[in-house]
């Protein structure tokens, strides 16, 4: 085995189909705090252990301001993200918690269950039944059919359009736009995306436009129109901005958590067979293992240092960047026995809050009781409806995303029997 490079380059690059670099393990083992280069030559801190992933995320030593010195950002793109509105994703308290707290009420896991849960089921009903029927068409001519471009890109991004309250009119462009920022092609991507942004703004005006008529608790776009716009907490970009973020945020990792999950799922009979047999009992404990092995969203939780801090035994000094390798600590063994073992079963006593998909701390995922249902959703009644699923190619013959940004597969040929 070669010993580490002096200074590795982060991301890690994937070396296999869609399993984490091995450099994770390593590091864990042989340096938990390590000093790892970006691409702009800067030097950042690695953090692979859970519990010193868990003492960052947690420490209001640490910001979350992309502006702050050190702040690490992993390609170009981030400098441009640095120049736009600031949402609370990057704030730091008290700014972060106020303006988290505009949207808390609507993700709550009481809100997800009484009004967004039957949203949740209608939408995933209507993919489903158009899913079935390409499939049915497929099959006639002895071809797969593709389970994320034709079902698990649709699910999560039609329920969030009623979440936010775009007009049923509206949803057919927008879906098109949506396939495309969720395809490999950066340059087209982009300009979908901003296109998306000027169709959010447009909306804002119009819904302000309105104003009288809106039901607050309608959609969060009416909520924050209503509760923030309209008395002047916010401005008409920093609405339009908040509502591109709920629109975005979280779309990619439900999309390739969907895709990952059911590969996995159907690579591992026994667990796929169990599941089967009790989904409502088991659906919970799928999604959490799905989003512990896979970790969909594995690069967010970045820092820079604002007061020096000892963590794990090293000092990381003021002006230094971190990283919080979530994906590194979601397979440390010290929480997760065998960690590499994909198990619906894990034991009772491990809670929710252990897998780090969902981050950690103050910016922990304001939506992870929404994504979680969603997806408990998305699985129990896809397995119910296509209780033969199986797979049409191998798992070293799919085409995975880009091997050092976030876990993703773009195809998934399935047969239904
Ligand atoms: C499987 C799906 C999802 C995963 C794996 C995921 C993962 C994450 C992670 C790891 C963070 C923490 C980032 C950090 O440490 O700075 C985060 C934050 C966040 N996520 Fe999600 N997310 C998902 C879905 C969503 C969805 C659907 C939405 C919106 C509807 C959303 C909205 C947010 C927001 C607003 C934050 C920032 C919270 C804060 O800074 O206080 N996420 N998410």
Known sequence: MTAIQDTPSFPFA??????????????????????????????????????????????DRLSADRRAPGYPEIHPGGLKAREAIPTFVNMDDPGHAAQRAMLEGEFTPETVARKWRPVMEQVVDAVLDDFVAKGEA???????????????????????????GVPDADVARLSRD?????????????????????YVGGL??????????????????????????????????????????????GNAALINSIALGVLTLLQHHTQLADFQKRPEALAGQLVNEITR???ASGLNSRRAVKEDIEIGGQVLKRGEGVICAVQAANRDAEIFPDPDVFDIHRPAGLRPVDCLGFGFGPHRCQAEAFSRTQLEIIFVKLFKRLPGL???????????????????????PVYFS
């Open 138 to 164: 497929a099959a006639r001519e002895q071809r797969p059919v593709d389970l994320v471009k034709d079902f698990a890109v649709h699910a999560p991004t039609l329920i969030i359009y009623r979440v936010l």
């Open 293 to 295: 092995y896979h970790t």
């Open 390 to 412: 199986r797979l049409a190619r191998a798992e070293t013959e799919l085409v995975y995303s880009d091997p050092k940004m976030n876990i993703g597969v773009e195809e998934l």
């Open 204 to 249: 804002v005006k119009q819904k302000m436009q309105h104003s009288q008529e809106l039901d607050a608790n309608s959609d969060i776009i009416s909520k924050l129109v209503v509760e923030q716009l309209k008395p002047g907490h916010l401005t008409e970009d920093q609405v339009t901005t908040l509502a591109f973020l709920v629109l975005t945020a």
């Open 14 to 59: 994937r070396e296999e189909t869609y399993h984490p670099s091995p450099l994770y393990a390593r590091l864990r083992k042989e340096g938990p705090i390590s000093r790892v280069k970006l691409y702009d030559g800067k030097l950042a801190w690695l953090l692979t252990r859970h519990k010193d992933c868990c003492e960052a995320l947690s420490s």
């Open 178 to 198: 949506s396939e495309i920022r969720n395809s490999t092609s950066r340059n087209a991507a982009e300009t979908a995306n901003l296109e998306l942004q000027k």
